[in-house]
């Protein structure tokens, strides 16, 4: 690459001295309407010098920095500002040659002899600079020309979607090149402005081959560039099609009859559908998206403005859906009235993820879903996709999600669509505490108990539950997996009552992982030290993962019990209040080699003495760190230079750091991350 020229700070002040020298003759003749004017000159040459100056050195740096983009558009700026002055010509002209784009150099190197006078003492360099950019021109060899096809082709689909867009403007050759090759367009995301327009530009040329369509664009000529093409069926290939928040503030009243054309356009192809209309008011129905995408399979919508009425449509003039099988609805609010027609008409529907949804939906969802598989209710975080489920002979709900923290759903509501799939269910999610219409009296849920006592969860392999707040649900909850022989990952959160949960999982097949969170009860140590002392003695021990966050259950005699487990793997300690320095230090030292991954969140005991004990860790390759005060640089640097398997550290708020220690890790280990 060629190297840059350093800015010239001594830009010609001639002109702005002329100016003022012939000010001070006119005042010396009392002419001062004429000083006026000429010293106003003075002034304007002197503050474009100036900024000259300035454009020059920061696209210098720029370009020093590889951000030719700006770097160029710089340069542009001083030709702008001093079409007569050599300097912006020789920089932007250098910096084009910079990325091997010689032809763009000795064109802004001709424009600059032609604006530019021939007195000019800096012309010559001007004369210099092109005759050098014409002969490396004559001497590159163009690799990708050169190159057999499939090598190109390997390259160009390797390449971001920026970096395209610069191979695009290379060079005739690489331009056909590049928009030849189907298999770099199958994935297209317009997510860099400057690539946006580029590769908008060669939309005619590459929408045949795109497959997999995401539009983040916040130019409307852009979107509307996509639109036309879209439009008119160039992109017909296409299966799926997202178009992010950004992009679809430009969807408009006006431009719906486009839009529904694009959905004719791709009725045959177009399986996976995006809409998110965060930012905007939704100007199509989700009727008019299942009318004219009929082989549609997937269908995200989201809106944080309107609620599903708002959004349906006439759902009169919809035959029933033969080919929507996975569905995600974001509204500002959903009931079971307004959903339950919609889903009359998506019988075939294997994954529903409803947020903004009233606890009314889940009747809805239990009559009318025969065929649904997987199953969220205002969940917080990305369900698992439907291509993750295991084959399974017997139909039936294999997986429901509530929202992780915040308010429960009502059990009334809930345990019904449980025990209709009691039999298939493998994955429960259920946050039964405090829900939103609560008055704040602890309401009784002890009837549930008798109601349900035919409720067995026996094929349940993970189960997450919050409890109300009079405890009520847990023995329900227990009882239903008193008899499971799958289970493998249980989290309890804010359970009042630990002792009764380890007597069930004395019972069980043990657990590969355990999470206890946010529990205020004491009692239970003793327990949790029975469990732990019966899984070592078990011949194949299996338990693997623990995460103990906020309990106060936990002692340091549970952590001795744990740490005889030599198949542990990940280990999670969140703000223990029970639990001593000594307790930690001690838990650590005895940690098996099997151990990978380590977090301390919170613990504000820890000291470089508990960094010091991760040290005999030879297996240890995540290590997270949060809120730890009293560890520093000495404990860090001695964890990186000494625990040679380390891949990932990840320091939040641990303010006795350096910036110098921080530096030394990013240098030693693969993926550091600091959050302040």
């Given at each position: 690459?060629?190297?840059?020229?350093?800015?010239?700070?001594?830009?010609?002040?001639?002109?702005?001295?002329?100016?003022?020298?012939?000010?001070?003759?006119?005042?010396?003749?009392?002419?001062?309407?004429?000083?006026?004017?000429?010293?106003?000159?003075?002034?304007?040459?002197?503050?474009?010098?100036?900024?000259?100056?300035?454009?020059?050195?920061?696209?210098?740096?720029?370009?020093?920095?590889?951000?030719?983009?700006?770097?160029?558009?710089?340069?542009?700026?001083?030709?702008?500002?001093?079409?007569?002055?050599?300097?912006?010509?020789?920089?932007?002209?250098?910096?084009?040659a910079m990325q091997g784009k010689y032809a763009y150099a000795i064109s802004t190197y001709e424009k600059g002899l032609e604006k530019v006078s021939k007195e000019d003492p800096e012309y010559t360099r001007l004369i210099d600079a092109k005759k050098a950019a014409v002969e490396k021109?004559?001497?590159?060899?163009?690799?990708?020309?050169?190159?057999?096809?499939?090598?190109?082709?390997?390259?160009?689909?390797?390449?971001?979607?920026?970096?395209?867009?610069?191979?695009?403007?290379?060079?005739?050759?690489?331009?056909?090149?590049?928009?030849?090759?189907?298999?770099?367009?199958?994935?297209?995301?317009?997510?860099?402005?400057?690539?946006?327009?580029?590769?908008?530009?060669?939309?005619?040329?590459?929408?045949?081959?795109?497959?997999?369509?995401?539009?983040?664009?916040?130019?409307?000529?852009?979107?509307?560039?996509?639109?036309?093409?879209?439009?008119?069926?160039?992109?017909?290939?296409?299966?799926?099609?997202?178009?992010?928040?950004?992009?679809?503030?430009?969807?408009?009243?006006?431009?719906?009859?486009?839009?529904?054309?694009?959905?004719?356009?791709?009725?045959?192809?177009?399986?996976?559908?995006?809409?998110?209309?965060?930012?905007?008011?939704?100007?199509?129905?989700?009727?008019?998206?299942?009318?004219?995408?009929?082989?549609?399979?997937?269908?995200?919508?989201?809106?944080?403005?309107?609620?599903?009425?708002?959004?349906?449509?006439?759902?009169?003039?919809?035959?029933?859906?033969?080919?929507?099988?996975?569905?995600?609805?974001?509204?500002?609010?959903?009931?079971?009235?307004?959903?339950?027609?919609?889903?009359?008409?998506?019988?075939?529907?294997?994954?529903?993820?409803?947020?903004?949804?009233?606890?009314?939906?889940?009747?809805?969802?239990?009559?009318?879903?025969?065929?649904?598989?997987?199953?969220?209710?205002?969940?917080?975080?990305?369900?698992?996709?439907?291509?993750?489920?295991?084959?399974?002979?017997?139909?039936?709900?294999?997986?429901?999600?509530?929202?992780?923290?915040?308010?429960?759903?009502?059990?009334?509501?809930?345990?019904?669509?449980?025990?209709?799939?009691?039999?298939?269910?493998?994955?429960?999610?259920?946050?039964?505490?405090?829900?939103?219409?609560?008055?704040?009296?602890?309401?009784?849920?002890?009837?549930?108990?008798?109601?349900?006592?035919?409720?067995?969860?026996?094929?349940?392999?993970?189960?997450?539950?919050?409890?109300?707040?009079?405890?009520?649900?847990?023995?329900?909850?227990?009882?239903?997996?008193?008899?499971?022989?799958?289970?493998?990952?249980?989290?309890?959160?804010?359970?009042?009552?630990?002792?009764?949960?380890?007597?069930?999982?004395?019972?069980?097949?043990?657990?590969?992982?355990?999470?206890?969170?946010?529990?205020?009860?004491?009692?239970?140590?003793?327990?949790?030290?029975?469990?732990?002392?019966?899984?070592?003695?078990?011949?194949?021990?299996?338990?693997?993962?623990?995460?103990?966050?906020?309990?106060?259950?936990?002692?340091?005699?549970?952590?001795?019990?744990?740490?005889?487990?030599?198949?542990?793997?990940?280990?999670?300690?969140?703000?223990?209040?029970?639990?001593?320095?000594?307790?930690?230090?001690?838990?650590?030292?005895?940690?098996?080699?099997?151990?990978?991954?380590?977090?301390?969140?919170?613990?504000?005991?820890?000291?470089?003495?508990?960094?010091?004990?991760?040290?005999?860790?030879?297996?240890?390759?995540?290590?997270?760190?949060?809120?730890?005060?009293?560890?520093?640089d000495e404990g860090i640097r001695k964890l990186i230079d000494t625990v040679k398997s380390l891949r990932s550290l990840t320091l939040t708020e641990c303010k006795s750091i350096s910036k110098d220690t921080v530096l030394y890790a990013k240098r030693k280990i693969k993926k550091v991350?600091?959050?302040?």
């Amino acid at each position: 690459m060629q190297s840059a020229t350093l800015p010239n700070s001594n830009l010609d002040p001639v002109p702005a001295q002329n100016s003022l020298s012939n000010a001070k003759h006119a005042i010396d003749n009392c002419d001062y309407d004429q000083a006026v004017d000429l010293a106003s000159i003075a002034i304007d040459n002197i503050q474009r010098l100036q900024l000259l100056t300035a454009l020059d050195h920061r696209a210098y740096a720029l370009g020093m920095k590889s951000k030719f983009d700006d770097a160029v558009k710089d340069a542009q700026d001083m030709i702008q500002h001093g079409p007569a002055i050599v300097t912006g010509y020789l920089r932007a002209g250098e910096l084009y040659a910079m990325q091997g784009k010689y032809a763009y150099a000795i064109s802004t190197y001709e424009k600059g002899l032609e604006k530019v006078s021939k007195e000019d003492p800096e012309y010559t360099r001007l004369i210099d600079a092109k005759k050098a950019a014409v002969e490396k021109n004559v001497r590159c060899v163009d690799f990708i020309a050169c190159l057999p096809v499939e090598i190109g082709d390997d390259i160009i689909i390797n390449l971001p979607e920026k970096s395209k867009a610069i191979c695009l403007a290379v060079s005739r050759i690489w331009r056909t090149r590049i928009m030849g090759c189907r298999l770099a367009w199958v994935d297209l995301i317009n997510d860099d402005e400057s690539a946006d327009i580029v590769i908008a530009t060669a939309v005619p040329h590459i929408a045949p081959y795109v497959e997999d369509l995401t539009i983040t664009t916040e130019n409307l000529q852009v979107w509307l560039r996509y639109l036309e093409y879209m439009e008119n069926g160039s992109f017909s290939k296409v299966g799926s099609l997202e178009v992010t928040a950004a992009a679809a503030k430009h969807i408009s009243t006006n431009s719906v009859m486009s839009l529904t054309s694009v959905f004719w356009q791709m009725r045959y192809t177009l399986d996976e559908l995006h809409l998110d209309f965060a930012w905007s008011a939704v100007p199509i129905s989700l009727v008019d998206i299942l009318f004219y995408c009929t082989c549609l399979e997937t269908l995200l919508f989201s809106t944080s403005s309107a609620s599903l009425t708002a959004i349906l449509g006439e759902l009169d003039f919809l035959d029933p859906h033969g080919a929507l099988i996975d569905m995600e609805l974001r509204t500002k609010s959903m009931t079971g009235e307004e959903l339950e027609p919609l889903l009359e008409k998506c019988q075939k529907l294997r994954r529903l993820t409803l947020n903004g949804a009233t606890p009314t939906v889940l009747d809805a969802v239990n009559r009318s879903c025969p065929n649904l598989e997987i199953f969220g209710f205002n969940p917080s975080f990305d369900l698992p996709e439907l291509y993750e489920l295991k084959p399974k002979a017997e139909s039936g709900l294999r997986a429901i999600y509530t929202a992780n923290g915040g308010f429960g759903v009502p059990p009334g509501k809930f345990l019904p669509l449980i025990r209709k799939n009691m039999k298939t269910l493998e994955t429960v999610y259920a946050n039964l505490s405090q829900t939103e219409t609560h008055t704040g009296d602890e309401e009784s849920f002890d009837h549930l108990n008798t109601f349900y006592k035919d409720l067995k969860l026996e094929n349940l392999e993970f189960l997450t539950y919050w409890t109300d707040t009079a405890g009520d649900i847990q023995p329900l909850v227990l009882r239903s997996i008193s008899s499971c022989t799958n289970l493998t990952r249980l989290s309890a959160v804010d359970t009042p009552n630990i002792p009764a949960l380890v007597e069930t999982l004395l019972n069980l097949p043990p657990l590969e992982t355990l999470e206890l969170s946010h529990i205020s009860a004491t009692e239970g140590d003793e327990s949790l030290v029975r469990l732990f002392k019966k899984y070592v003695t078990l011949p194949n021990q299996k338990f693997r993962a623990f995460w103990f966050r906020y309990c106060h259950a936990i002692t340091d005699s549970v952590l001795d019990a744990v740490a005889e487990l030599k198949t542990l793997e990940e280990v999670t300690l969140t703000k223990l209040p029970n639990v001593s320095a000594k307790g930690i230090e001690e838990f650590l030292k005895k940690l098996g080699n099997k151990v990978t991954e380590v977090k301390l969140i919170e613990m504000q005991c820890a000291t470089d003495a508990h960094i010091d004990a991760l040290c005999n860790l030879e297996g240890l390759k995540n290590v997270h760190l949060e809120y730890l005060t009293n560890v520093t640089d000495e404990g860090i640097r001695k964890l990186i230079d000494t625990v040679k398997s380390l891949r990932s550290l990840t320091l939040t708020e641990c303010k006795s750091i350096s910036k110098d220690t921080v530096l030394y890790a990013k240098r030693k280990i693969k993926k550091v991350e600091i959050n302040e």
